[in-house]
């Protein structure tokens, strides 16, 4: 493709070169320079793309996309001077690949908790109905049926619309997609077309990141307002800022609720381990999943596949084949009946969630034992509150490291100790090893009570100084069990 052509529709600041010369790669990687390539200068967080300018004009590349000029421009390269090259890049790259998302029936999924459950749930329910689909999550990306490894929730965008293209040429028509609030804020979704976008929920999260709550909830309320007339947008209103979401947006606004009155609206009739009985719109449908913030998620997808235009009984049909996503609230019962659940709540917000719901369903005399650390460089404002929240709504508790990266494990269990009050100081102890901390939880059950995994759901590893090494929190609490039986 002529770089010409794939300048269409970007602002350009100026244009120094030949805009005729063929593209047959792009890249923001100065390692991956081949024959004919376009290079994209990116300021990043800790690499600044215009200090290889030089290294890549050595490597014979063709065009450079840049915020700032080199001091000197050779002629056998062309410079694209642009005001932001992370927009551009977005925009270049769906020209490049034949602008896949306008092919798809694309649908973004936002917010605190609930994103990957909503994503991969709507994944599963349009391949139970027939459809070719694809999936860009937190676990996986699936290109109708074949899965892709990610490293982030939001792809950087240029393997998104590469993700999308590959799916355009399988045939897929829908596509499901977490957007992060990095995805946003980094311009991970410029240039891109959706035609809905899902709003969760919003709770204390990613202040390492953002650093308010508001900062935080304006970025993903970008989302919305870059939605265009003919998508539409799918607020929960039980949670505060579900309007605040829809003010702006150009979409058609749609709501659910199990609070109050919305254009979708769910019940939970019946909640148990085994499952949960729901009335959606009047109609009732008996699904796998359990606990009030899995209605939420159930309504929104039931509510998206709606405004898709499917046939209501025929979502319902599907919603009741879905099974859970995998670690959230996954869960094993051994022989002398202590059952183990392991989820990704790694937030105050899904904590409290999970442990409100378990607390619904157990009966008396089960005790809850619960499990639970904060990540390293991340958000440290939660970590108190984290570990209140466990304390208050367990009978036990240990505290223990989830991922302590390049911090000190002591140190972020002594920041959630602080968060914890004088009344429930007897509950709980402080395990720094995770595998030990199962093995003690594990033993501190008897028969019938339930052990509560919480933080790392689906992860398989755990990071600790840079170093991941193979940790999977069901494989362990099963073996511990396995063990104490």
């Not at 792009?26 to 390692?31: E, L, N, P, Y």
């Not at 459809?131 to 990306?141: D, E, H, P, R």
């Not at 140190?411 to 199962?438: F, N, P, W």
Request: proline letters at 2%; one cysteine or more.
């Amino acid at each position: 493709m002529k770089l010409k052509e794939l300048l269409k529709g970007v602002e350009i600041v100026q244009i120094i070169g030949n805009e005729q010369v063929e593209i047959t790669n792009i890249t923001q990687d100065s390692r991956k320079i081949i024959e004919n390539t376009l290079f994209f200068a990116v300021k990043g967080v800790k690499i600044d793309g215009h200090s290889f300018i030089e290294q890549v004009i050595k490597e014979k590349v063709k065009v450079v996309v840049c915020e700032k000029l080199p001091e000197v421009c050779p002629k056998e390269v062309t410079f694209v001077q642009v005001a932001d090259t992370t927009i551009t890049m977005g925009h270049i790259a769906a020209n490049y690949y034949g602008r896949p998302s306008d092919k798809l029936k694309l649908v973004g999924v936002t917010g605190t908790n609930g994103k990957t459950t909503i994503a991969t749930l709507l994944y599963q329910l349009f391949a139970h109905m027939g459809y070719k689909v694809g999936l860009i999550s937190t676990i996986a990306n699936y290109i109708n049926g074949e899965h892709i490894e990610t490293k982030n929730t939001t792809p950087d965008v240029l393997t998104l619309n590469e993700t999308m293209y590959r799916m355009v040429e399988a045939g897929v028509t829908h596509c499901f997609m977490e957007v992060s609030s990095h995805g946003v804020a980094m311009h991970r979704i410029e240039g891109l077309h959706f035609v809905g976008g899902v709003f969760t929920n919003l709770t204390q999260d990613h202040l390492d990141f953002h650093k308010t709550l508001a900062d935080y909830r304006d970025t993903k309320k970008k989302f919305f307002d870059s939605l265009d007339k003919t998508a539409f947008a799918l607020t929960n209103v039980d949670d505060k800022n579900g309007g605040y979401m829809l003010q702006n947006t150009l979409a058609r606004k749609c709501t659910y609720s199990l609070k109050t009155m919305a254009d979708f609206r769910a019940t939970v009739l019946e909640n148990t381990f085994s499952g949960m009985l729901l009335r959606i719109n009047e109609k009732e449908v008996w699904v796998s999943l359990i606990g009030k913030f899995n209605a939420y998620n159930l309504l929104a997808i039931y509510a998206t596949a709606i405004l898709l235009g499917e046939d209501s009984d025929q979502v319902l049909i599907a919603l009741s084949q879905l099974t859970p996503v995998a670690g959230r609230f996954q869960y094993f019962v051994a022989p002398d009946k202590r059952t183990l659940i392991v989820d990704y709540a790694h937030t105050p917000d899904a904590l409290e969630n999970v442990l409100e719901t378990i607390r619904s369903i157990k009966q008396g005399g089960q005790q809850l034992i619960t499990v639970v650390g904060c990540g390293g460089n991340r958000d440290k404002g939660k970590r108190p509150i984290m570990a209140h929240i466990a304390t208050m709504l367990s009978d036990k508790v240990v505290l223990t490291s989830d991922n302590p990266r390049d911090e000190d494990p002591e140190t972020i269990l002594r920041e959630m100790e602080a968060g914890i009050r004088a009344e429930h100081q007897a509950k709980y102890m402080t395990v720094t090893d995770r595998r030990q901390a199962i093995k003690v939880a594990c033993h501190l059950a008897k028969a019938g009570d339930i052990i509560l995994l919480a933080g790392k759901g689906h992860e398989t590893y755990q990071e600790v100084k840079g170093e991941r090494s193979h940790f999977d929190d069901m494989e362990e609490g099963k073996k511990s069990l396995t063990i104490d039986n």
